[in-house]
């Protein structure tokens, strides 16, 4: 007959809480500097080192943003990746759903904290990140269109787009 001191100690698994933050341009580091402050408010135990930070379109797929990608390669089962908002992560339905495959693959959550997502609660959450994810593909379709009419119109008046001329000495 054993005593339970003479069984091992077992100690829970160390999660690692991780972080993931983009923004479209260098310009927009007030953003970053949100994101961040938003992921550390919703867990204090996220170590800031663990945070990842890109600077680059979401509309590019998830495969050309590298530290993204170099994510899931990170977790172990139980970790948690916390992003500010799903669009952060995606701005396709496709891209967010195969993110969240990588991650469920390692048996992590991805946490979306201002849009209430926790990959890790069911069904239900996929359902509605693939909703949220087809609204960011349509948000993103949209500023694009808009983005085209607007420079049509500005071509049609006359004006010159891009960069000013070098004068030639």
């Not at 580091?29 to 938003?38: F, H, S």
Request: proline share 5%.
């Amino acid at each position: 007959r054993t005593t339970i001191f003479e069984h091992p100690i077992w100690e829970a698994p160390i999660v690692k809480r991780l972080g993931y933050v983009r923004t479209s341009t260098q310009d927009q580091t007030n953003g970053i500097q949100a994101q961040i402050d938003a992921i550390l408010r919703h867990d204090p135990q996220v170590d800031r080192r663990d945070i990842y930070v890109e600077q680059i379109s979401g509309a590019l797929s998830a495969a050309r943003r590298p530290r993204l990608t170099a994510l899931p390669e990170q977790l172990e089962p139980g970790d948690i990746i916390y992003a500010h908002k799903i669009d952060r992560v995606g701005r396709s339905t496709l891209d967010l759903l195969t993110i969240v495959e990588h991650v469920r693959a390692k048996n992590a959550k991805l946490v979306s904290i201002s849009d209430g997502i926790d990959t890790g609660s069911g069904v239900a959450a996929e359902v509605f990140l693939a909703v949220l994810g087809a609204v960011a593909s349509y948000e993103r379709a949209l500023i694009s269109e808009r983005t085209r009419n607007s420079l049509s119109v500005l071509k049609a008046r006359g004006v010159q787009l891009g960069r000013p001329r070098k004068i030639t000495p």
